[in-house]
């Protein structure tokens, strides 16, 4: 057989290594990367969950906000919870919050909305993350880029990140 008889296009490729996947290396934190594929119409985490088969719950979508303080936090909450506003507004040391513009998350993050990671922003961002994700073995979390998920030991990120686990989702 030669390499122009090989069918190049059925290998499966691997995963892209993102900045996120990076941190974890230099952290010594077992990871492990999934891709699935991109639906640009629905970048969902629910979304992500379907494609991975994973249960919402257990896949945690990143969410941007300013709090009246002038803060910009990282909140990351399971796919399909809301985010208890006031409740991360009292954790963060504010009256009110709000969800930050989507227009403003690649200048605030350096991540794009459905590729958004708690782990490698543009500058170092305080981490909220909703206790409960303490409760399964593995999550799943953007990798920092769309498609792409990173299934990593909640404690582990809780470390490397310095998050606060609190009740934030509803």
Known sequence: MTASDFDFASMAKPPP?????????????????????????????????????IPTEQVYKTLVAQVDTGEIVLAC??????????????LAGGKRVELAPLADLQKLTGYVRGGCSPLGTKRPLRLFIDEYCEVHDTISISAGLRGVQILINPTELIRVTEAMPAAIAR
């Open 17 to 53: 290594k993102t900045n996120a996947a990076r941190i974890l290396d230099q952290s010594g934190i077992p990871y492990d990367l999934r891709t699935y594929p991109l639906d640009e119409s629905d970048l969902s985490a629910v979304k992500a969950a379907a494609e991975l088969g």
């Open 77 to 90: 909450i399971p796919a399909d919870a809301e985010l208890d506003f006031k409740s991360l507004a009292n």
